[in-house]
């Protein structure tokens, strides 16, 4: 076909364009193809028929019907050159009864022409395990003996739809082998489906059998350290992996000291992602002690949202010193502290890799106490170790931040609470702090914000940080919460700070541990300020199940028995 017609056709399609001669986009700018009936796309129908070496097709962003996709389907019996099915975010309003119909037209276009996939890629469409129907022909046919890359990112997949889609790939697998050029898979990226242990496992054992995958992403899963179990199994017969994404999983320390045995295997692995996955301290520190000496080819460690301390860190950081490619270092969302976040940049601007880590904007504090019991151990460590490096500037860091030589004010407290900073700020600590805030100790909403700082470094055990703590809140809240109207509004804020209800800042995240927010609740309930109303609404949503207050048993437990006994 000529340029010209090319360039014709694609004038006449007026959202459909053609890229390296090989790919034809159809795509309408700032809008969407609705493609109902055949009619409907016989313009891409016309495209497709008349494209001379057709070796992509991206239809992302449009919503295709039944009769539209079989339409489609039918004009891609002619490219038995075919290879890459771009077809994410492709079903836009479409019932999930009709999208399975749709799959099984398209994938007999392709079957039909002879064409060997090397990628194919639906994801972003939430067609559920019903979906997995609409593949259930192509996926184990010799068009996908070739395949390389699969992508079914965000399909709600579940158990179900995921244990099929293993049974298609592993009929795959074996039909390749015996026709003696085994599925050889490269790229599978399947998050945010709600895989879960079963799912896992069921995918695992199809990884294992292959044994070519180069980048598994499956975050957002719900896999806990029986379905990372399976993982590493699989990992063990995968040693070309370059990236390992298990992101929002809760791999645990317990599902860390069995990924940590197969990474030494992992000699070209580049990106790991373990963010989100309550690694907590010892899972952090396992994973430093096998980075030490093992995968040098590593470019990013993402370890965010993990309730790592900062000794933790340090191991981290002095695991990648010798990570010569070492590009990206997230330690975000964890548990540092002000004085442990200059601690992590003053090592990393030690090593000269200052430039890798990224904000530490989100760190969610930790109890300086805590901090000083492990401080000496880990300045101790550090001595010994790096003695003789010129690491000096860190070892200042350390010593000035450990012991603070200046009076702490309610605005030093506020910028970073502690409960250090907290005790030392005299005896009217609740005054000082609204003396801090000025003006906007009227505002409720600031208020409510400045109580869950001051909550966030409240425990069970310490006794003397929750009572003080909770004598601020009465402070803060006596004299601006007068009658039921302002008090359903605080007890709205704070379901907001929790994240059990939405606010108006999409972008904001409530922190790992809500105990030390629940445990001030509790007492200010019990004050006459609280309407009866704002009981009654803690009470419907502290009962309800969520991951957040999963996290907090506890004090949970306690302020439900509080609720109860009004």
């Known amino acids: 076909m000529s340029s010209n017609t090319i360039d014709d056709l694609t004038t006449k399609l007026a959202g459909t364009t053609v890229e390296a001669n090989t790919e034809l986009v159809y795509k309408k700018k700032n809008s969407t193809f609705k493609l109902n009936t055949a009619q409907d796309a ?15 097709l991206r239809l992302e962003g449009n919503t295709l019907g ?15 050159e075919f290879e890459r099915a771009l077809w994410s975010d492709m079903f836009t309003g479409r019932l999930k009864t009709e999208i399975p119909h749709a799959l099984k037209h398209l994938g007999a276009g392709i079957m039909t ?16 395990p019903n979906g997995m129907n609409g593949l259930v022909d192509l996926l184990p046919s010799s068009s996908c003996y070739t395949l390389n890359i699969l992508k079914l990112n965000n399909n709600g997949l579940g158990i179900t739809g995921g244990k099929m889609l293993a049974k298609c790939l592993t009929e795959c697998y074996e039909n390749s082998k015996t026709a003696g050029r085994p599925l050889a898979l490269k790229v599978f990226i399947s998050g945010r489906n709600r895989l879960e242990n079963d799912g896992t496992k069921a995918l695992a054992q199809v990884f294992k059998m292959i044994g070519t995958l180069e980048n598994i992403s499956m975050p957002q899963n719900g896999i806990n350290p029986p379905g990372i179990l399976a993982l590493v199994d699989a990992l063990n017969t995968n040693p070309n992996i370059t990236t390992l994404n298990l992101n929002d999983n809760t791999v645990t320390e317990k599902g860390a000291v069995s990924l940590v045995q197969v990474l030494p295997k992992l000699t070209n692995l580049e990106i790991l992602n373990l963010g989100d996955c309550l690694l907590r301290n010892g899972g952090a520190k396992k994973l430093a002690t096998v980075l030490q000496d093992n995968n040098h080819k590593l470019k990013e460690l993402i370890l965010s949202g993990n309730e790592i301390k900062q000794d933790g860190a340090n191991e981290v950081i002095e695991s990648i010193e010798n990570k010569q490619n070492i590009q990206k270092l997230d330690l975000d969302t964890n548990q540092f502290g002000e004085e442990g976040c200059d601690i992590i940049r003053g090592m990393l601007e030690a090593m000269n890799k200052e430039d890798i880590l990224e904000s530490l904007s989100g760190d ?12 000496e151990e880990d300045d101790d460590d550090v001595e010994e170790s790096e003695g003789e490096e ?13 012991t603070p030589q200046k009076k ?5 407290f506020l910028a970073f609470p502690s409960p250090t900073k907290l005790q030392h700020l005299g005896d009217n600590k609740g005054e ?7 003006n906007e100790s009227n505002d409720i909403e600031k208020v409510v914000d400045t109580i869950f700082r001051i909550s966030s470094i409240v425990t069970e055990s310490d006794v003397t940080t929750k009572t003080t703590a909770c004598q601020c ?5 006596k004299s601006i919460v007068k009658d039921e109207s302002e008090s359903s509004l605080f007890t709205n804020l704070y379901l907001v700070k929790l994240g059990l209800i939405k606010g108006e800042d999409k972008k904001y995240r409530p922190p790992t541990d809500v105990s030390g927010p629940l445990l001030v609740l509790t007492h200010i309930i019990q004050q006459e300020y609280i309407a009866h109303i704002s009981r009654e609404i803690l009470q419907i949503f502290i009962a309800k199940t969520h991951p957040v207050l999963d996290k907090a048993q506890s004090a949970r437990h306690q302020l439900l028995q509080t609720l109860y006994a009004f």
């Open 473 to 477: 809140a009465d402070e803060l809240l």
């Open 390 to 402: 010129v690491n000096d500037p860190e070892l200042q860091v350390k010593g000035q931040s450990l």
């Open 364 to 375: 969610e504090g930790t109890d300086d106490e805590e901090e000083d019991e492990d401080g």
């Open 42 to 56: 016989q313009e891409l129908v016309t495209s497709i028929e008349t494209f001379s070496n057709l070796k992509a």
């Open 66 to 80: 039944i009769e539209a996709a079989e339409a489609v389907g039918k004009a891609l019996q002619k490219h038995p």
């Open 113 to 128: 022409a002879g064409a060997k996939l090397v990628e194919l890629d639906l994801s972003d469409n939430a067609f559920g």
């Open 408 to 412: 702490v004010t309610a605005g030093d």
């Open 432 to 438: 000082a702090i609204k003396a801090e805030l000025g």
